[in-house]
């Protein structure tokens, strides 16, 4: 089983950034690939990004290419996701997920609350 807690959501102001981390349990974390889906209110959960067990592999939709970057770091079973040049419809709960492949992310963490305000 694997547990992912994510943390460094907030309020900020439009432009603005924020980093969101997401700690992972298990000895697995380096096997897995990880991903950030968001989901807006009344709106269904959105992929943002994912990054391979190597780190040497990186996606992310269009909408926030150029602007959120995702990385790992297995030493520390920890995935980020900074965010940079924020908008308002950035705004969503934002969640991580982990699996054995990108295709594959099966386990979820409670999400953690983005606000950017115009």
């Known amino acids: 089983q694997v547990q992912l807690v994510e943390s460094g959501g907030g309020l900020v102001q439009a432009g603005g950034s924020l980093r969101l981390s997401c700690a992972a349990s298990g000895r697995t974390f380096s096997s897995f690939a990880m991903g950030w889906y968001r989901q807006a209110p009344g709106k269904e959960r959105q992929f943002v990004a994912a990054?391979?067990?190597?780190?040497?592999?990186?996606y992310y939709t269009d909408s926030v290419k150029g602007r959120f970057t995702i990385s790992r770091d297995n030493a520390k079973i920890t995935v980020y996701l900074q965010m940079n040049s924020l908008k308002p419809e950035d705004t969503a709960v934002y969640y991580c997920a982990a699996g054995l492949g990108i295709g594959d992310l099966r386990y979820w963490g409670q999400g953690t609350q983005v606000t950017v305000s115009s």
């Open positions: 990054i391979n067990w190597s780190g040497g592999g990186t």
